[in-house]
Structures are given as structure tokens and as C-alpha cells.
């Protein structure tokens, strides 16, 4: 069974860095889209960026030009590096797996336990 473990977040004030990482296991990593979505309180869980398996990236308008995705197949982990952070960023990001090429929400298998980022102002 796949799992996945974030880490990473934490609390940080505005206009500061965090890099996430999310580790994967039982699953052939380099075949897995992957992809990281926040969750805000009381609202359900957006995409936030995702790179193919081929290594393509997308990310949503509001991250655009300050998060990066990444990844290292060779140590089957996703990274999201988050610069210049705001206060509306403060959310629990989660990492997920697709099985598939490109990130497809039908296709997502595996969800991480999820880690809180807190960016305060």
C-alpha cells in the first residue's frame, strides 16, 4: 500500500520561505503524477501545483511566480518550495499521488496525512 508523509510546515511570517517535502512509498514513484493542494478551514481541499511524471509543473494563479514544485525520483519525494508567503497562504497542505501520467483528481490514490503551514502577518 502507497503512502505518503509530508513535512515541513510550520509557522513562518510573512514574506518568509518554507519548503515541504512529501516521501513516498509502495508505489514506482517516477510513474505517479504528484501534486500538492491546501485545505482552508472550512473549505474543501484546491490543487496548489503538480508535476508529471515527465516532470511538467502547473500551478494555481494565486502561487504562480512564488511556489515551485519539484521532484526527485531517486528519493521518490515531491517538493513544494513556498517563497514570499502571506497570510492567505496559512492553510494544511496535503500531497497526493496520481495513477497516472498527469495529476487527474479520479485518479488519485494516495492523500498525505497533511502538515499545517502558518504564515502570520
Known amino acids: 500500500q502507497a503512502q505518503l508523509v509530508e513535512s515541513g510546515g510550520g509557522l513562518v511570517q510573512a514574506g518568509g520561505s518554507l519548503r515541504l517535502s512529501c516521501a513516498a512509498s509502495?508505489?514506482?514513484?517516477?510513474?505517479?503524477?504528484m501534486g500538492w493542494f491546501r485545505q482552508f478551514p472550512g473549505k474543501d481541499r484546491g490543487l496548489v501545483a503538480d508535476?508529471?511524471?515527465?516532470?511538467?509543473?502547473y500551478y494555481a494563479d494565486s502561487v504562480k511566480g512564488r511556489f515551485t514544485i519539484s521532484r526527485d525520483n531517486a528519493k521518490n519525494t515531491v517538493y513544494l518550495q513556498m517563497n514570499s508567503l502571506k497570510p492567505e497562504d496559512t492553510a494544511v497542505y496535503y500531497c497526493?499521488?496520481?495513477?497516472?501520467?498527469?495529476?487527474?483528481?479520479?485518479?488519485?490514490?494516495?492523500w498525505g496525512q497533511g502538515t499545517q503551514v502558518t504564515v502570520s502577518s
Open positions: 509502495g508505489l514506482t514513484f517516477g510513474l505517479y503524477a
Open positions: 508535476i508529471t511524471s515527465g516532470g511538467s509543473t
Open positions: 497526493a499521488a496520481a495513477g497516472g501520467a498527469t495529476m487527474t483528481i479520479d485518479l488519485i490514490g494516495s
